[in-house]
């Protein structure tokens, strides 16, 4: 039986560091109509969608600092989340926002949450577990920063799936389903999403935490240099023309080959285009299939929506053939994925193995 929602990513043009807020909020509003407007049930927006990427500015002055976050125990109050929260409840459509986050306790974390329209509620809130860059700039002056590990502790969320209610009419609830889920009723419910942030599309255990627990729709916002040869590699390519296409094709190559390993969906949101004059973002907003296929992608770096109607019910092919974790997976062989972070490699060998007996 068919599953279809339509869903959309709302890729925003460039925010400057004296953007209004307000000014930024309007816009995601019109691209929120937009979408709506369109038919989308879920709209997907950036990383740090209300503000400039800040983490590219060392920023000294507390309060000035202080200004780029939403702040508060109960995000929903936060003035600038809740224009967004009460228009997407005035749409009945649910939204994905990400935003710098000041916990009561003073902590920063790179935050995202789904909020459901219809219920007018949170659902589910992820912070950023891989946080890239530095914590002192780069002392070339002309390299471009990413300030994330002096503005952002990790992530402490995990990668915690849930499901998303008023979506599908006939999903399966627990009263009519007469038990917990089962492999047998797999694939029946309410549908299954994740959220990440940026970086974190670019580690497939992110992806894979999701695929365990059934994942048929991942949401990921984020801000992507165009040439950033400091952060990047300075291996590849030397202009802003050819650093554009390159990190383009990592971008959809990560999305494609992790939704396909994974048998999901992946809704990916930029905010895009030239930052402050002189911070080139990619563009490159789209929604990938289960089979790694783009259904649908942004033309711009501007302010853009881009809509698509997925079936979940495609994502069973993977999930219950090729990627059948129930029956392939060997995770007696995994060990070291949970309990070494960095590289060892193995001993180095000795002269005399190399010598011919
Ligand atoms: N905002 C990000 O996390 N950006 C990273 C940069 C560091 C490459 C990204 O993975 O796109």
Redesign the pocket.
């Known amino acids: 039986m068919a599953r279809k929602i339509v869903v959309a990513a709302a890729q925003l043009g460039a925010v400057h560091i004296d953007t209004p807020r307000k000014a930024v909020i309007d816009r995601m509003l019109v691209l929120m109509k937009e979408a709506v407007s369109k038919g989308a049930q879920l709209v997907v927006f950036p990383?740090?969608a209300l503000t400039t990427?800040f983490?590219r500015f060392l920023i000294d002055d507390k309060e000035v600092l202080d200004s780029f976050f939403e702040h508060g125990a109960d995000l929903t109050q936060s003035p600038n989340l809740k224009i967004l929260l009460d228009e997407a409840h005035r749409l009945d459509v649910d939204i994905s926002v990400g935003f710098a986050e000041r916990t009561p306790e003073g902590k920063g974390f790179?935050t995202c949450i789904y909020y459901s329209g219809s219920q007018s509620r949170i659902l589910s809130k992820y912070r950023?577990t891989?946080?890239?860059?530095t914590f002192e700039p780069f002392p070339n002056p002309d390299a471009i920063n990413?300030l994330?590990k002096r503005y952002f502790e990790p992530g402490n969320l995990g990668f915690k799936a849930f499901r998303v209610p008023g979506l599908l009419p006939d999903a399966l609830k627990k009263e009519t389903a007469g038990g917990p889920p089962s492999r047998e009723l797999e694939g029946k419910g309410d549908p299954i999403m994740g959220m990440m942030?940026?970086?974190?599309?670019?580690w497939p255990e992110s992806w894979r935490c999701y695929g365990l627990q059934g994942v048929e729709v991942v949401m990921v916002g984020?801000?992507?240099?165009s040439f950033?040869p400091d952060?990047?590699s300075s291996l590849g390519p030397k202009n802003e023309v050819d650093g554009e296409k390159e990190?383009l094709y990592h971008?959809q190559l990560v999305l494609k080959a992790n939704s396909y390993m994974n048998s999901c969906f992946s809704i990916a949101a930029a905010r895009a285009g030239r930052d402050d004059g002189k911070y080139p973002l990619?563009g490159g907003s789209c929604i990938v299939d289960s089979e790694g296929h783009i259904r649908a992608e942004s033309k711009t770096t501007d302010d853009e929506v881009v809509v698509a109607e997925i079936d979940l019910e495609e994502a069973r092919q993977g999930k219950e053939k090729l990627f059948d974790f129930h029956r392939h997976r060997r995770i007696e062989a995994y060990g070291i994925i949970p309990s070494q972070t960095g590289v060892v490699e193995p001993p180095f060998l000795s002269q005399k193995e190399e010598l011919p007996n």
């Open positions: 990383e740090t990427f983490p790179n950023k891989h946080v890239p860059g990413q994330e942030i940026c970086n974190d599309r670019r984020y801000n992507t240099p950033s952060l990047v990190a971008h990619i």
